[in-house]
């Protein structure tokens, strides 16, 4: 069955700060992967996506993401965070179907 | 978490007609509802963004005429597709967002897949 994990519910890191979001997901096969941000009272906005090719993926406002197929894990990473980053973030599988994992709230310290 | 159901989850309509799809927060009040569409293999895109007793704000692009939003409560909101059209075909979401103790929360509903013959 296709599943997506976020494992942290909530990160706090201080300003500054190097930032590595988790995300696992299950499927019999490579699915494209996506991460989303949100802040609140906002829509999603597209970070970055994973078709195929090169793993380490470039996204928007300095995030990336490596797409590691040995351990099903397509983390975000950022090496420096700004407090505007403090927001909700979403990991997302689309292999059958979309499934979004549960988020990781970041909080920033200043 | 909050729930958030769809229904349909997934339909097929003829060329022409309308199809409503609804999004109920079955136990959070949401007061603001998004509506997202997603193409085969590409990313969720925002249609619109639609408070509660109030007009739905529309991403530019989206024709609010044919993608009617009504969001009347704080655990309903609804999404008509005005005679669609295949192009139209397309997963569908919601996600339903409020305050939630001291923080804003957001859930997303499981998707409606729409399929335009």
């Known amino acids: 069955a296709q599943s997506v994990t976020q494992p942290d519910i909530h990160i706090t890191v201080s300003e500054g700060a190097s930032l590595e979001l988790r995300c696992n997901y299950s499927?019999?096969?490579?699915?494209?992967l996506f991460w989303y941000v949100q802040s609140p009272g906002q829509g999603l906005q597209l970070l970055l996506k994973y078709f195929s090719g090169d793993t380490l993926v470039q996204g928007i406002k300095g995030f990336e993401a490596e797409f590691k197929r040995s351990q099903s894990s397509f983390n975000l990473r950022k090496p420096s965070v700004h407090w505007s980053d403090a927001a909700e973030y979403f990991c997302?599988?689309?292999?059958?179907?979309?499934?979004f994992g549960k988020g990781t709230r970041l909080h920033i310290l200043p | 978490g909050a729930v958030v159901s769809q229904h349909p989850s997934w339909v097929i309509c003829k060329s022409g007609t309308s199809v409503k799809i609804e999004c109920r927060s079955l136990d959070f009040q949401a007061t603001t509802m998004f509506w997202y569409r997603q193409f085969p293999k590409q990313s969720l895109m925002l249609m619109a963004t639609?408070?509660?007793?109030?007009?739905?704000?529309?991403e530019q692009g989206v024709e609010k005429d044919k993608f009617l939003i009504n969001h009347a409560s704080l655990t309903l909101s609804t999404l008509t597709v005005t005679s669609a059209h295949p192009e139209d075909s397309s997963f569908y979401i919601c996600s339903a967002g409020g305050a939630a103790g001291d923080s804003y929360e957001q859930y997303f509903g499981p998707g409606t897949r729409l399929t335009v013959t």
């Open positions: 499927y019999g096969a490579t699915p494209y």
């Open positions: 639609s408070n509660e007793g109030s007009k739905a704000t529309y």
């Open positions: 997302a599988v689309d292999g059958d179907k979309i499934i």
